[in-house]
């Protein structure tokens, strides 16, 4: 029998619909915002990226394979942002700051599951150049008109700054190892209080150091609040980041953006603000993200230029946006008219129809099979046609066409039938 | 130094706009046709086209490698059809006519040059279920329509049938080992009449059946002239390819669909009708071309189901429209405004400013960068924002803005800003 790889998909009618709707609305907001697109290769040398993805992603994730004549070793894209650097160092030319948006297939060797594909889309936008808080608050204004476009509702998008868990928790309180701690308490939002503590202690962590963590980490009130708590404490790097959010707080001045010092991000390469959005249900996880990265762009240039950006994860948010009734595959086919060619010798003049709605502009089908009345309009119902067009002996002789939808039905002169269309169109 | 594999782009944002406008044309036409979208994975098992796409592509042209934790092997995509006879075999639950199209990447490991990338795109829509000409016209009218749609004027299609081939070269000339002939005379386009003689000879044709082949294939006029003359020969294969070819000229009814019997095209699949569509000038090759292939489908699901496609060459199209000057990379950037802050001060103003035409859905742009006004002007310029709109300490107290681009100059009122900047937009 034959099959696709594991946690590959094919994506039938009514899914590519709903995804190209989704990815136009998320492209319209990356417009509106001034970014334009680039795209790069689906594969990179493996030289290029070998020792920057980090360990997991190296040995376990990446599709890495030579080839056959040169002996070069390739590698599927893994994800939006290196190639961004890359790209960057290849085009000096670019005038800075580049707004740039990409939407690409990246490719995993995870274990398939849930939500979790090993080819799936990323949908990034990037400012680099910047090192300004407008910029982070550009990209956090995206994300969230992102989220409020698609009617999610109960959204939050929770926002940190690495510098600020620097200055608080490598520097004020010395711990030198800080990052099994950051990924402890980057779970809290999922463990609890109590399960945060108990990884605290596993770790090594005395009563009283997990106590001050808690704390800190637990804090809740506006920005404006925890920011001057955090004042009191003197450390350069705490001052820097707490200056830098409250610009981004202040322009993007919205209630669903906040504070959450247990925020950490995974990824190593940030260095300023980072942030995540996620709904209250269905609990799938964070559904778009991103950060401040001034190191990372610069490792193929040589020189540091500092970047900000975000990245909407489209496979989660269509699979929220199912469960959660937003979207649904209604739409099985674009398709807006059936011509149904009552007898065969009626097919020219369904023809003729046909030339007429597709110069229009209106999507539009025919018999192409020879079948029987019926037999066209039950394969007309199966594909989910908007509206059926029945042309018949007595059509063609008036030059008419008889209009057919669940709730309408009208016979119309050719003259009327664009009008007539649209109105049947607009109800269906 | 950094760079990317051989064959393969970065698209920066001038050719990705003209890309994707490209693109979006086509798939508006594919749409009217009535043609929904799919999308399969970018990598197949090797297992799954081993055998079936011919010894060149096999050994040269696939990119096939193992993955390392399954030892399964892979092979990039390397075409649309065979993954859509597939995905016919793995949906029999799909109506038929399935009218599909697919737009997607394909790699090929072909030596880059000149219009051949190792990475690039296919656009292909096709009807599966219909063995009738109203098929194959239908995938020629969108032919037709696409290279309309573009201003491409000089064009033409030209259209034979494979049948015809079989019953004139093989069963009437006795020819039994035709392929090597096909290919001679599919030169005939590119190397005219005594190249084709000459590869005749060579391929040790002797003078009296070489004189009969360029009689047949120089053969020009109408197809119904023509088919006049093909008439004369009793033989099943070529009455039933005539037959069909009059319907398909019939039915498409347009002077830039013509008959040509030396027309033959590469892929071993084709069952039925043919054709390939080219322009004079560039001389670039084929621009698109299709064709009937009734035993293809059936490879996977062991039971023949006929179908017909085209397939729309857009890395040519694209190629030879702004070699002709159809297309060009005129725009840099989707941005209508860039919103210039005269002084530091009035940052916010145009923060406030950008909300509402982004909200209107403008693409618009405002200093990331803390720049100077005629630092920020010069970056307008050079990413080719079409209107540039100052804010300055007059504009934020008198609740305007001053709208400026190459002809015009207006200060306006936040209430008349929309329409201002449509009236900017329309003469820019």
Redesign the interface.
């Known amino acids: 029998m034959?099959?696709?790889?594991r946690g590959?998909?094919?994506?039938?009618?009514p899914m590519?619909?709903l995804?190209?709707r989704v990815l136009s609305k998320i492209e319209?907001i990356f417009?509106?915002?001034?970014f334009?697109?680039?795209?790069?290769?689906?594969?990179?040398?493996w030289e290029?990226v070998k020792g920057k993805l980090g360990e997991e992603a190296e040995n376990k994730l990446m599709f890495?394979?030579?080839?056959?004549?040169s002996k070069?070793w390739?590698t599927l894209r893994y994800e939006l942002t290196f190639p961004l650097a890359?790209?960057v160092?290849?085009?000096p030319e670019?005038?800075?700051?580049f707004?740039?948006y990409h939407i690409g297939?990246v490719?995993r060797?995870e274990e398939p599951q849930k939500g979790r594909y090993r080819?799936f889309l990323q949908c990034d936008a990037d400012?680099v150049?910047?090192p300004?808080p407008?910029?982070d608050a550009?990209v956090i204004s995206v994300n969230i008109?992102a989220m409020k476009s698609f009617d999610f509702e109960n959204f939050r998008v929770r926002l940190n700054d690495r510098r600020l868990l620097t200055g608080v928790f490598e520097e004020e309180l010395g711990i030198n190892n800080p990052f099994p701690i950051y990924r402890a308490i980057d779970k809290l939002d999922k463990i609890g209080v109590d399960g945060v503590k108990g990884e605290l202690a596993r770790l090594g962590a005395h009563e009283s150091l997990i106590g001050r963590i808690m704390e800190l980490i637990s804090t809740r009130g506006s920005f404006n609040e925890i920011s001057n708590t955090f004042r009191r404490i003197e450390n350069d790097k705490v001052k820097v980041a707490l200056d830098h959010l409250e610009e981004i707080f202040s322009?993007v001045s919205d209630d669903r953006l906040v504070f959450d010092l247990s925020l950490v991000r995974g990824l190593d390469y940030y260095t300023g603000p980072v942030f995540e959005t996620s709904v209250s249900e269905p609990r799938i996880g964070s559904l778009a993200g991103g950060g401040r990265y001034d190191r990372l762009i610069g490792l193929?240039s040589g020189k540091d230029v500092p970047a900000t950006g975000v990245s909407l994860g489209v496979e989660r948010l269509i699979d929220a946006g199912l469960e959660l009734g937003i979207f649904d595959l209604s739409e099985r086919?674009?398709?807006d008219v059936?011509i149904v060619s009552v007898r065969r010798e009626n097919?020219?003049y369904a023809?003729r129809i046909s030339r007429i709605l597709?110069e229009r502009?209106?999507?539009?089908?025919l018999?192409?099979?020879?079948r029987s009345q019926s037999a066209q309009r039950e394969?007309a119902n199966?594909?989910g046609a908007k509206v059926i067009a029945f042309v018949g002996p007595s059509e063609e002789e008036t030059e008419t066409v008889t209009l057919y939808s669940r709730d309408l039905r009208k016979t119309v002169k050719i003259s009327e039938l664009i009008d007539s269309l649209r109105e049947f169109l607009s109800v269906s």
């Open positions: 034959v099959s696709i790889p590959f998909r094919d994506f039938p009618p590519m619909i995804r190209k319209e417009r509106r915002y001034g334009d697109p680039i795209e790069t290769p689906s594969l990179e040398y290029t890495i394979f030579p080839d056959f004549f070069e390739y890359r790209y160092a290849m085009h670019t005038p800075l700051p707004k740039r297939n490719w060797h080819e400012i150049g910047s300004y407008e910029a550009e008109d322009i193929y086919s674009y398709t059936f097919w020219r023809w597709r502009g209106f999507s539009t089908s018999d192409l099979m020879r394969y199966k594909i």
